[in-house]
């Protein structure tokens, strides 16, 4: 029964990828391997600018790092104006690429160099060829004395959000401030569709709402550690039974924090995946050996893509 149950969810989402190339890709590895760990990416809407997070090896930093694209070519990465002194994380651009939210320990103001929980923030700008502003806290009532990470504003600007309620005795669960006569209204956890007693965070929701996917941790139809599930929003405004979206996109390590690029119609995500062999045939040169040590898929957080078309139907 098991084997069906996992064979329904693989011919679920096999229509939502690309039949020419379903492959998981690395994204931009020339520029990611660069650092020891990079996840949480945000890509403006014309596609010109990507901007993700890059940590220490043990996660100790963590900073928001930017690329962008000239004359069809990447530039050098560099750190954005703002970031760089706090742990800086899961960047999410507003639709005109002029706002950019993200997840930060940084204190209030600048009379304190002290970290505090982590808050969403904000950054604007002019153009995408302006300097961003300093950063503005969202304040309440998104921003509470618990952490609230991995924003993500829809077209209503309604704004979702993971927070790490501990009053509740869960653990993290992906909550819903909607936009409503132009403020925002006390949190909400979404249903037990896609929430549970265990851990559920780092949700990306379609810019209309209509579906969401997110990371749930060591659920009984995983394939290990964290998987990226997929819920659709029902005719009558409820979320549906959230499934795993099947090895096309999960492996046995880590699986998080997706973003869905419309315009170029694939879904990008962190991963943790590894191809180390376990055992080697033949001994290894020192260019073998270091060269396995420095594969892309080494364990180490990276970020992949793979087409995807949302459908509707489902």
Known sequence: MKHLIFLSFVFSFSHLFSQSEINVNP??????????????????????????????????????ITVKKTQNAWSEPKIVSFSGQFFDIEPFFSEDGLTLYFASNRPLNDTSNTSKDFDIWYVNRASENSEWSEPINLGAPINTEMD?????????????????????????????????????????????QINSEGYEFNAFISNDESFIIYTCYNRPDGFGSGDLYMSHKMDNGQWSLSKNMGELVNSTKMDYCPFVNPSSQKLYFTSKRNSTPSSIEKKLTIDDFQSLLHSYSNGLSRLYSIPFTDSKKY
Do not use: C, H, W
């Not at 990470?149 to 209503?156: D, M, Q």
């Open 27 to 64: 994204f931009l590895p020339e520029i990611i391997s660069e650092f020891p760990n990079v996840r949480d990416i945000a890509i403006t809407p014309s596609n010109n600018e990507v901007v993700f997070s890059a940590q220490s090896v043990m996660g100790e930093l963590s900073a928001l």
């Open 148 to 192: 609230e990470f991995y924003p993500v504003i829809t077209a209503t600007k309604n704004i979702y959000f993971t927070l790490d309620n501990k009053a509740l005795k869960r653990k993290d669960d992906i909550y819903v401030s909607e936009f409503i006569n132009g403020n925002y209204t006390t949190p909400k956890a979404l249903s037990d």
